[in-house]
C-alpha cells in the first residue's frame, strides 16, 4: 500500500469540515422557514458527517499501524487536522444560530482554544530547544478529543441542557487535563535533553 494512503484519509478528514459547515447552515435556513422534516434531515446529515470524520480519525491510524506505514510527519499532519476539524465545530457552534442549535459557552470555546494554543506554544518551544518533536498521541489527548467530539455531536442532534452541559463540562475539564499531561510531557522532553548534553 503507498505510504501517502494515511495521509490522504487525513485530508479528506479536514475537507469534510466545509461540508458539515454547509449542511449545517442549511439546516439553519430550514429552521427559519419552518421547514421541520428539513431541520430534521439537517441534522441526521450533519451527524452522518461527524460520524465519517471520527470514523477517518480511526482508519487513518489504523491503516498507518497495519501497513507500517506511520511517520513523524503523518502524525503531524493529523494531530493538526483533528484540531482544525476541532476548531471549526466548535467555531461554528460558538455563534447564535437562533433554536436550529444551541449555541456553545464561551467558557466551552475559550478552553478549546486556550488548549490548542498552549500546545502549539509548548511543540515550537521543544522545537526550538531539541530541534523535532514527539508527536505521538497520548491517551489524555484521546480523552480530550472523544469528549469534545461528544459535546460537538450533541450539539449538533440539539440535545436538551441536561444532556448537553454535562457534556461540554467533560470535554473543557478533559482540554484541562490535556494540557497539563502535554505539559508534563513536554518538560519530560526537555529534561531528558539537558541529561544527555551533560553527558557528552
Known sequence: MPGWVPNLISVARLALLPVFLVMAQETVAAFASGEQQDVVRGRVSCTAVLVLIWLSDLLDGYVARRFDLTSKAGAILDAIIDKLVQLGLVTLFAFDHGAAFPTMPLWFVASIYGRDLVILYGSLRVRQLKGEIDPSHRFHGRLS????????????????????????????????????????????????????????
Request: proline content about 4%.
Open 145 to 200: 478529543t472523544g469528549c469534545v467530539l461528544a459535546a460537538i455531536l450533541a450539539t449538533t442532534l440539539s440535545a436538551p441542557a441536561s444532556w448537553l452541559t454535562p457534556l461540554l463540562v467533560c470535554g473543557s475539564l478533559s482540554s484541562l487535563i490535556s494540557v497539563v499531561g502535554y505539559i508534563q510531557v513536554g518538560r519530560e522532553q526537555v529534561r531528558q535533553l539537558g541529561a544527555n548534553q551533560g553527558k557528552k
